[in-house]
């Protein structure tokens, strides 16, 4: 008996992200290597922290075809780019990955609505909510890094953003669970 609930094209997309957002843990491991040759410990951690993330939401991805009882496939990874050159280069490709994992998101979406998979659909609006908080939070430190200076950020405000990404929630606060009396 045929118990495979997805198509073969959103069979194919969902495997697609999953092999995503395992590049997307490596991307982090190796920036995160980069930060500590670097002496950046706290942004390595944090680095690190989002590395196990994205390898947790490529087991979401699996699992979940697997659940619809579908074939999945593991594909090879890329290797990740080129070490970043500054903090604000790091986080300006960490932004930028988050971007083309957004657009990524957003297709399968719309592939499930199309296809009217209410299933995938509803599966996927966790990780619409998820990419809103990554990029969230991706710019949020692109603004600190920006007030200390960006580029040519000193020494000091350097160590102080190193400091405080030790310590970073993960998450970012959304403007949904924001108010006129909690903004």
């Not at 997309?13 to 991307?27: F, G, P, R, Y």
């Not at 998979?117 to 603004?143: G, I, M, R």
Request: charged share 30%; with cysteine; net charge negative.
């Amino acid at each position: 008996m045929n118990t495979n609930r997805l198509s073969e094209t959103l069979r194919t997309s969902l495997n697609d992200q999953m092999t995503k957002e395992a590049h997307a843990s490596q991307i982090y491991i190796s920036y995160a290597s980069w930060a500590a040759s670097e002496g950046y410990d706290g942004i390595a951690n944090f680095l690190f922290r989002h590395a196990q993330e994205e390898r947790n939401h490529m087991i979401k991805f699996l699992e979940y075809i697997i659940e619809r009882g579908a074939k999945v496939k593991v594909d090879a990874i890329p290797a990740p780019p080129a070490d970043p050159v500054s903090v604000q280069d790091c986080f300006e490709k960490v932004f930028e990955q988050e971007i083309g994992n957004t657009e990524s998101i957003y297709k399968i979406v719309k592939q499930s609505f199309d296809e009217a998979d209410w299933a995938t659909w509803h599966f996927l609006q966790w990780f619409v909510k998820e990419q809103t908080e990554e990029e969230t939070l991706a710019l949020n430190l692109l603004d600190k890094i920006k007030v200390a200076g960006g580029e040519k950020a000193s020494g000091s405000a350097l160590y102080s953003i190193d400091r405080d990404l030790a310590q970073e929630p993960d998450e970012a606060k959304l403007a949904e669970e924001k108010t006129a009396m909690n903004p």
